[in-house]
């Protein structure tokens, strides 16, 4: 049975805009707590906010406090982790929605109140995988798909329409608002929930490419559907205390690179160092020169490169693309004044921050030059230059 809180004692009151808001300050941990980094500060405070010593135990917390040490153990330390929302698109949204319909279903048969039966994690679904293209090149090819996708689905649509209404704590955005990964970057993603108790956004996801949202400095990951119903009804994930590995950028792009040339880059170079199954946090003063979507355009390729995830922390730039988004100036205020408090806002210009890795490597970003790769293996960067070169080398290069 679940016990009160052991970390209570942490709760403290922050004044933001003459409201007070609670939060757990997990600064107060020490010396300790100074080395993490920043993308196992998220995963610590999850661990302390939802200790009850029956999924999340004081255990896991002192696992997590301990990275340092417990990373390099042999074999990887188990810790439970709580997500603070998930995100779903419509393939593997329509499942889930229809277990908890049929959960309601079988407590009604029962004689229960079917209406308890919603999401205990905020669940958002994003309905964004139905749309072919049958119109293209006419002014009008837009709505005459959209038309189309909404007679070829119409019993779906209808099923989450009523979702929608029915389910509390699960939001369903509707066709034709975007993909998945823009909404989530541009409108889902809270930073930090700022309701009465103030804590970071973290989220998994039924997409490979939810590490996207890593760009905005919010932690989160690709995972299986039953995974991701797990964490709606209040299930902690069981996962390995990962290794992190430190991404440090200097310099800045050439003007004639992309950030699709730079993703390219990253990729190929932590494909040949193996991060699978670890965390990617990029730092150094690089990483101000790289806008948002920079930044979530690298992130998203997590998937190419094996990590779990490719953190960027929370620093005045994403702060900038809140505002851009049209987030209140009272809900940025609170993000801002809360990361600083708990020692999770960045300055990647200021080299004392910089935290403890499992290793470090480094990119120089005036070295990314133009290059081409795939379209099936982005791994398989060539650059512009080596082009010719390369095409005749492959007329007489063995298939792999």
């Known amino acids: 049975m679940a016990a009160p809180n052991p970390y209570n004692r942490l709760l403290k009151k922050l004044e933001v805009n003459n409201k007070s808001y609670n939060y757990y300050d997990i600064s107060q941990l020490g010396a300790k707590y100074d080395r993490l980094p920043f993308s196992v500060r998220v995963l610590l405070e999850s661990c302390i906010r939802n200790c009850d010593n029956f999924q999340v135990l004081e255990k896991d917390v002192n696992n997590v ?61 994003v309905i964004d995988h139905s749309v072919q293209v049958d119109f293209a090149r006419t002014p009008d090819a837009l709505n005459k798909n959209q038309e189309l996708e909404f007679e070829r689905n119409k019993e779906r649509f209808q099923f989450l329409k009523w979702g ?60 299986g559907g039953i995974e991701a119903e797990a964490v709606m009804l209040g299930q902690a994930i069981s996962m390995l205390l990962p290794k992190v590995v430190g991404y440090k950028l200097v310099g800045e792009l050439n003007p004639l690179a992309t950030s699709t040339d730079l993703v390219l880059t990253i990729t190929k170079h932590l494909r040949s160092l193996g991060v699978v199954g670890k965390f990617v946090e990029f730092f150094g003063p690089g990483v101000c020169a790289l806008s948002i979507a920079d930044r979530a355009t690298v992130a998203n390729m997590c998937p190419e490169f094996g990590a779990t995830v490719a953190h960027f922390p929370v620093d005045e730039r994403s702060l900038d693309y809140l505002r851009q988004t049209n987030r209140s100036n009272e809900k940025i205020k609170i993000i801002e004044e809360y990361l600083k408090a708990t020692k999770q806002f960045r300055d990647y210009s200021n080299p004392e921050q910089d935290p403890v890795f499992s290793e470090v490597v480094e990119l120089d970003l005036s070295t990314v030059v133009t290059s081409v790769s795939g379209p099936k293996r982005p791994q398989d960067r060539v650059a512009v230059r080596d082009m010719k070169e390369d095409f005749r080398a492959c007329l007489t290069n063995k298939a792999i």
């Open 164 to 223: 929608a209404q029915a389910f509390d704590n699960m939001l369903i955005v509707p066709p034709g608002s975007g993909i998945v990964h823009q909404v989530n970057l541009e409108y889902l993603a809270r930073v930090v929930f700022t309701k009465d108790l103030l804590y970071p956004d973290s989220v998994v996801g039924t997409d490979s490419h939810t590490t996207m949202i890593n760009g905005l400095g919010v932690v989160g990951w690709g995972v």
């Open 65 to 125: 406090l301990d990275w340092e040490k417990n990373q390099a153990v042999e074999g990887g330390v188990e810790i439970a982790f709580k997500p603070a929302r998930v995100i779903l698109q419509d393939l593997t949204g329509v499942p889930a929605v229809v277990d908890f319909a049929a959960m309601r279903h079988a407590v009604k048969q029962l004689g229960g109140d079917p209406d308890k039966i919603n999401p205990i994690c905020p669940a958002d679904l």
